[in-house]
């Protein structure tokens, strides 16, 4: 079987996450991810879930409260808000961006609103703690928040942080979708509509259909896995 985004987004967390640990599911969505967060801190640790749909939030409960979990934090806000609500030294936070697949897929995850949770992720963050990012740039703001992420990623001091991405190296359509939306500028600021997507969606990685969510799956371009490591100070 083909390996999914969004597994080895959750194999690296594991490098990460330890029993007693502080998490952030930024996109709670049905709570896979919070459930495999929580699973890993335990009950001496604990998971901040946020979402902004109601009705994501409480699936996502009915998951963890049938695997007898309580130690998660719900919180039905935007993650940018995130250090309204999470303490300073997380080890980790997952984002997996784009739509709910139960819900509304108008509501998804917007550039502006990602990179300023990201921002607030890395100041959340302790030294030696990680963000995972899984984004879908088969669609339109799913390519926007691609290119942000990369040129965002670049930018971090080295080796303060250390970013790397993991995507298909022989799907033209994650490359170049990326690279297309670099190429604007205005899109690598994350503002741009102008980002075109339609030609590079005949890529086909073979998990298409078989992944568990977001945009990019219908489109048939793979997702991008971001990880951000940081080492040492805050940033801002
Ligand atoms: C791809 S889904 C997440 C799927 C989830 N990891 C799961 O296991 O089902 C993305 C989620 O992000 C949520 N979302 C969109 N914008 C958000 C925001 N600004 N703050 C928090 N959540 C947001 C959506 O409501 C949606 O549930």
């Known amino acids: 079987m083909f390996w999914r985004m969004t ?3 959750q194999l690296v967390l594991a490098r990460y996450v330890r029993e007693g640990d502080r998490a952030v599911d930024a996109t709670c969505g ?3 991810d919070t459930l495999y967060l929580a699973e890993r801190v335990g009950p001496t640790g604990t998971v901040y879930a946020f979402d902004i749909q109601e009705a994501a939030l409480e699936a996502a409960k009915a ?3 049938a695997r007898g979990l309580s130690n998660v ?3 039905p806000a935007s993650h940018a808000e995130m250090e309204a609500y999470v303490p300073e030294g997380v080890r980790a936070v997952v984002f997996n961006l784009g739509f709910w697949p139960e819900g509304p897929r108008e509501i998804v995850t917007r550039t502006d ?3 300023r949770a990201l921002k607030a992720a890395l100041r959340l963050i302790a030294p030696g703690g990680v963000a995972v ?3 879908y740039p088969g669609h339109e703001e799913g390519a926007k928040e691609a290119a942000m992420l990369e040129a965002f990623a670049r930018r971090l001091p080295y080796p303060a942080y250390r970013a790397f991405d993991v995507r298909l190296t022989n799907a033209p359509g994650v490359a170049g979708t990326i690279r297309a939306a670099e190429a604007d500028p205005i899109a690598r600021e994350g503002r741009s509509t ?3 997507v339609g030609r590079m969606s005949s890529a086909d990685d073979g ?4 992944d568990r969510s977001g945009p990019g799956v219908s489109s048939g371009v793979p997702p991008v896995l971001f990880v951000i490591e940081k080492h040492g100070e805050h940033w801002r």
């Open 133 to 135: 990012v899984v984004a």
């Open 194 to 196: 102008r980002v075109g």
């Open 30 to 32: 049905s709570g896979r």
């Open 207 to 210: 998990q298409g259909a078989a």
């Open 63 to 65: 998951r963890l409260l």
């Open 7 to 9: 597994e080895l987004a």
């Open 73 to 75: 934090v719900w919180i």
């Open 113 to 115: 609103t990602t990179r």
